[in-house]
């Protein structure tokens, strides 16, 4: 199916375990991110991504990890989980015409105890 | 301070009400402005979006952007009970290295009661 996926929808895992979210799009968009959603901060930004291979920094990276080795997939991992990193997380792509719009997915929410 | 403030609300309103919600923000460079809304559950999804200052309007939806305040607005005429949802402003500058990156409020949580 044509769109942006993420996997897994819901997990819980315990403190210190290493977690990876998955994020897929089959529009060959070259701009991916990953966002987390946190009541009354909105959606802040975790990590981006250009294109394959180049990925940097946004508001909130620490304990993050990303990589892009091909352009339909921006996984983002969780080196040693936190309670602090118990949130929602969007992954979105969008394409350099118009970066004003993302294309956002389902989202995959995750507990850490 | 954050970059880009919304009130979160809620909001709830009446079925038929004109709904009013606003962002202010501090960057000068933020060159496009969008309204964002999300369902229960979901991922966000674009709304309308303006390039610098001006109205738009699409059906029930007008986007404001006064860029001297500093302020933007979304007005929702004749409010549905389909239209509760978050509303997330966001923003971004123009060009440059900004690789699409948007700037987000924070959200208003919109209920309309039928």
């Known amino acids: 199916d044509a769109g942006i996926t993420q996997s897994p929808r819901y997990k819980i895992t315990e403190t210190g375990r290493q977690v990876t979210l998955m994020c897929h799009q089959t529009?060959?968009?070259?701009?991916m991110f990953w966002y987390r959603q946190d009541l009354g901060h909105g959606l802040r930004l975790i990590y981006y991504s250009a294109a394959a291979d180049i990925t940097d920094k946004g508001e909130v990276p620490d304990g993050y990890v990303v990589s892009r080795s091909k352009t339909e997939n921006f996984p983002l991992t969780l080196e040693s989980a936190t309670r602090s990193q118990t949130s929602v997380y969007f992954c979105?792509?969008?394409?350099?015409?118009?970066?004003?719009?993302?294309?956002f997915g389902p989202g995959t929410r995750l507990t850490v105890t | 301070q954050k970059e880009v403030e919304q009130d979160p609300g809620p909001l709830s309103v009446p079925e038929g009400a004109i709904v009013s919600l606003n962002c202010t923000y501090s960057n000068s460079a933020f060159q496009y402005f969008m309204w964002y809304r999300q369902y229960s559950r979901k991922g966000p999804e674009l709304l309308m979006y303006t390039y610098s200052s001006g109205n738009k309007e699409d059906g029930r939806f007008t986007a404001q952007v006064d860029k001297s305040s500093k302020y933007i607005s979304l007005f929702i005429r004749d409010s549905q009970p389909s239209d509760s949802a978050t509303y997330l402003c966001?923003?971004?500058?123009?060009?440059?290295?900004?690789?699409?990156?948007?700037?987000f409020g924070q959200g208003t949580i919109l209920t309309v009661h039928p």
């Open positions: 529009w060959s968009h070259s701009y």
């Open positions: 966001a923003m971004r500058r123009a060009g440059g290295t900004s690789y699409g990156k948007l700037t």
């Open positions: 979105a792509s969008t394409w350099t015409g118009t970066t004003y719009e993302q294309y």
